[in-house]
């Protein structure tokens, strides 16, 4: 016995069929998706002022005056409590200025935005203290004799350290020559760094160097651990410089400075 589908226009019927499949992913494209989607952010010059007060204030040792900047780099993310969906997706997954990446690897589940934020602040604190031991200690500066002040708060997450760490060196010694680490470039890149001075990966490279190629780096101190994911998006004009260690980034610098040869990724 015939259906009563089957005793309509066939083109009506496929119409009929095709309902419920577009139905269901118009409810797919507009539902949330556990994803956050991220960007290129903002840089900050540590060998500069913030909010009208120098990022790296050093007492208890003469500090120098500096030329060129160091960048510490950043990326922008959806929040916690976004909504992103499947447009957003399907866009960051084709645009070189953006990444995809799963909401657990971004933020801690089951934490509020409030916690999260908390979180990340105490990670910017403890990566400041950590630079300080550690550019200090390479420096071979009694933290009893030299304070180090860093204002920098309104960034999160442990990233900034490796910078943090440069500026402190620049500011007391430069490079050792009476010249600055930066050789008056635009110097940019990212890496946490323990107060032993080991440094370490970070993630969303790929988007810090454009942030910092935009911002006039031509530079970047990556961890080496992290070159190939830096070089899968490297903006033109941009050099890539790998880094293990606090001791490593000052020599490399050093050496560009002085027109010598300096690793590669």
């Known amino acids: 016995m015939s259906s009563w589908l089957s005793r309509l226009p066939r083109t009506r019927a496929l119409v009929l ?23 290129p952010g903002t840089t900050s010059d540590v060998l500069g002022e913030h909010r009208g007060e120098p990022v790296i204030t050093v007492s208890g040792a003469p500090v120098r005056r500096t030329d060129g900047r160091l960048l510490m780099t ?22 070189t200025d953006r990444a995809v990446l799963p909401k657990g690897s971004v933020y801690p589940p089951g934490q509020s935005e409030a916690e999260i934020e908390k979180r990340n602040l105490g990670q910017m604190e403890q990566s400041q203290n950590s630079a300080v031991t550690a550019a200090l200690g390479y420096l071979g500066r009694s933290p009893q004799q030299v304070k180090v002040d860093l204002r920098l708060a309104d960034v999160g997450g442990p990233s900034a350290g490796l910078f943090f760490a440069l500026g402190i060196v620049d500011k007391i010694r430069g490079d050792g020559s009476g010249g600055d680490l930066t050789g008056g ?15 370490g990966a970070v993630g969303g490279v790929s988007l810090k160097t454009q942030a910092a190629r935009r911002d006039g780096a031509t530079v970047f101190l990556v961890p080496k651990a992290e070159c190939a994911q830096a070089e899968a998006e490297l903006p033109a004009g941009m050099r890539l410089v ?24």
Not at 76 to 93: F, I, M, R
Not at 185 to 195: E, L
């Open 185 to 199: 470039r635009t110097i940019a890149g990212t890496g946490t760094v323990a107060a032993d001075g080991t440094v």
């Open 242 to 265: 790998p880094v293990t260690a606090l001791k490593d980034a000052v020599a490399s610098l050093t050496a560009l400075e002085q027109g010598k040869a300096v690793p590669s990724c």
């Open 74 to 95: 950043t990326i922008l993310a959806t929040g916690p409590d976004a909504d992103v969906d499947l447009g957003d997706v399907v866009d960051g997954w084709f645009r």
């Open 17 to 39: 069929c095709a309902l419920p499949l577009l139905a269901l992913l118009l409810v797919a494209g507009l539902a949330p998706l556990p994803f956050t989607v991220a960007q």
